[in-house]
Nanobody, 127 residues
Framework: QVRLVESGGGLVQPGGSLRLSCAASGFTSDYYAIGWFRQAPGKEREGVSCISVSSDGTTYYADSVKGRFTISRDSAKNTVYLQMNSLEAGDTGVYYC???????????????????WGQGTQVTVSS
């Protein structure tokens, strides 16, 4: 059974940094995709970033986080990271990692494609 566990959220001042982790277990293949999504109160869930956990490690980013966030993976630890720099108040929300076997679809933000979800971790950017 696939399990995804997020960690690393917290309270940070504007301009600060956080690194989120998504520990994955239970995938029967080394070829899967992990996406990061976030949801702020009263807003729809939105895709933040995605990585194809395979030899090519293709990455994808929402325009709102390009240049500030970096997604990466440690295959030995089956963990995907989201390094978030220059955080803004608009980055506040609950961050979820989600996964599914295979390469991500062209529209990697389509959350219905992801069968497996973590419990979420709160990120609050405030002074």
């Amino acid at each position: 059974q696939v399990r995804l566990v997020e960690s690393g959220g917290g309270l940070v001042q504007p301009g600060g940094s956080l690194r989120l982790s998504c520990a994955a277990s239970g995938f029967t293949s080394d070829y899967y995709a992990i996406g990061w999504f976030r949801q702020a109160p009263g807003k729809e869930r939105e895709g933040v970033s995605c990585i194809s956990v395979s030899s090519d490690g293709t990455t994808y980013y929402a325009d709102s986080v390009k240049g500030r966030f970096t997604i990466s993976r440690d295959s030995a630890k089956n963990t995907v990271y989201l390094q978030m720099n220059s955080l803004e108040a608009g980055d506040t929300g609950v961050y979820y990692c989600a996964g599914n076997p295979g390469p991500p679809p062209r529209n990697w933000k389509w959350f219905n494609w992801y069968d497996y979800w973590g419990q979420g971790t709160q990120v609050t950017v405030s002074s």
